[in-house]
């Protein structure tokens, strides 16, 4: 029945993922003192944000809400614009709002949650190059925007490897497209030296906290954690298993596009294992192609007790992850 129910597009489903972040912020604006829970950048906006939540603590909640709500609206339209779940449906917002925010303690702004709405606009620019018949510009848009994402959250320098990807599964081969790429990743940081040079300042002030991303920082999971993303990796293992019995029945476009989504997945998860400062906060970015992955198993998987029993505890879960 609950499967059933959120796979539909009542205004109670739609209600019900408004409310469940929210229901997730509330309590954080009753505590005592802000959120120190620290997330490394790299980079000069990166301490901004972190002196702005200290100082800024109810504004720094409110604008991470926002943006959760807002990459989650994204994601939909993502879907709505280029159909590669075979429906319309708000299954990718509820379920990144279940990665992203609840099963993520840190329900504040952070520079990872800032980045991740420009991944996801640089996943708009890329999948609306396969129905470009001229030569596309928009390669230099993506990387532009790879570029803007790295300034804020340095980690997220790495999703520019989702352009030649993006190039070799969408694209016939020119290599103007491949330097417009490389073009929209060095605008900004020209830019930037371009701006440091004329105040004299050394553009490595910007940069100051790199050291950070590359030390190793302790970061302590409860038992109810714990057990959630084993539930989680479960899913993802048997989800993709589906994905792969089924994707040879996908039309040409979906398959492509979430081809290009595994890669995001295997490029956000390597990078947490692979640079040591890189935390919890990079739920925010690989949150975006599991709930792709996981709307398309829960829409397509046959109606049967299992697959309701498994989603229920996927809602179970977030209750108890707020309570405990």
């Not at 398959?255 to 989504?261: A, D, E, M, Y």
Request: glycine share 4%.
């Amino acid at each position: 029945m609950l499967l059933k129910y959120f796979n539909s597009s009542r205004l109670g489903v739609f209600v019900i993922i408004l409310l469940l972040p929210v229901i997730y912020w509330v309590p954080e604006f009753f505590k005592a003192v802000p959120q120190y829970d620290e997330v490394y950048s790299g980079t000069l906006f990166g301490v901004w944000i972190r002196h702005f939540n200290v100082n800024n603590r109810v504004l720094s909640l409110i604008s991470g809400l926002f943006v959760v709500l807002l990459n989650a609206y994204l994601l939909v339209q993502l879907n709505t614009i280029h159909i590669f779940i075979p429906t319309r449906t708000q299954m990718p917002a509820l379920f990144y709002i279940i990665l992203a925010a609840c099963y993520n303690p840190l329900h504040q702004l952070t520079p990872a949650l800032l980045a991740s709405t420009l991944v996801i606009l640089m996943l708009y620019r890329v999948i609306t190059t396969y129905k470009a018949v001229n030569i596309s510009y928009s390669f230099l848009d993506a990387g532009f925007l790879v570029a803007l994402a790295s300034l804020i959250y340095f980690q997220a320098i790495v999703f520019f490897l989702l352009l030649p990807v993006g190039l070799v599964l969408l694209r016939a081969f020119n290599w103007r497209e491949w330097a417009y790429a490389f073009i929209g990743l060095a605008l900004p940081y020209i830019f930037l030296v371009s701006g440091y040079f004329m105040m004299d300042t050394p553009v490595s002030e910007y940069f100051k906290g790199m050291s950070e991303i590359f030390a190793r920082h302790g970061q302590p999971f409860s038992i109810m954690q714990l057990v959630s993303w084993v539930f989680v990796l479960g899913m993802l293992i048997y989800a993709s298993y589906f994905m792969v019995v089924t994707i040879d029945s996908m039309k040409i476009h979906g398959r492509k596009v979430f081809i290009l989504l595994l890669w995001l997945f295997l490029i956000s998860v390597a990078t947490y294992f692979a640079v040591p400062g890189t935390g919890i906060e990079m739920l925010s970015l690989t949150s975006i192609p599991l709930a792709f992955l996981f709307s398309h198993f829960y829409f397509r998987c046959p109606r049967n007790w299992v697959h309701e029993v498994l989603f229920s505890i996927f809602l179970i879960l977030v209750i108890l992850l707020r309570l405990l």
